[in-house]
Nanobody, 127 residues
Framework: EVQLVESGGGLVQAGGSLRLSCAVS????????IGWFRQAPGKEREGVSC????????????HYTDIAKGRFAMSSDNAKNTVYLQMNNLKPEDAAVYYC????????????????WGQGTQVTVSS
């Protein structure tokens, strides 16, 4: 059974940092891409970053949308089956529920490709 469990959300002041974790089970990074997404109240879910599967043409490469470039960094620990999202210089507009998800391809703009999702972790940024 494929499972993804996020943790690490919380309340932080603007300009602060958080590190989110996504523990996965039931599959490996060899075969699946892992992505981070977020959804703020009243807004659509949007992609933040993803890492391609090791066996894909992307070979474990990391990709970011404009939301994340320069402030967020995604990493993975294969031994722990965990991916991380380090978020720095957080802004009030970063407040959202953050989700990790798995897919065969690392395509952040195609939500339908992401077939397995975690329950989400809340990030709140105070101004």
């Amino acid at each position: 059974e494929v499972q993804l469990v996020e943790s690490g959300g919380g309340l932080v002041q603007a300009g602060g940092s958080l590190r989110l974790s996504c523990a996965v089970s039931g599959f490996t990074f060899d075969d699946y891409a892992i992505g981070w997404f977020r959804q703020a109240p009243g807004k659509e879910r949007e992609g933040v970053s993803c890492v391609s599967s090791i066996q894909s043409s992307g070979g474990g490469s990391t990709h970011y949308t404009d939301i994340a470039k320069g402030r967020f960094a995604m990493s993975s620990d294969n031994a722990k089956n965990t991916v991380y999202l380090q978020m720095n210089n957080l802004k009030p507009e970063d407040a959202a529920v953050y989700y990790c998800a798995a897919a065969l391809l690392c395509r952040l703009g195609q939500l339908s490709l992401w077939t397995s999702w975690g329950q989400g972790t809340q990030v709140t940024v105070s101004s």
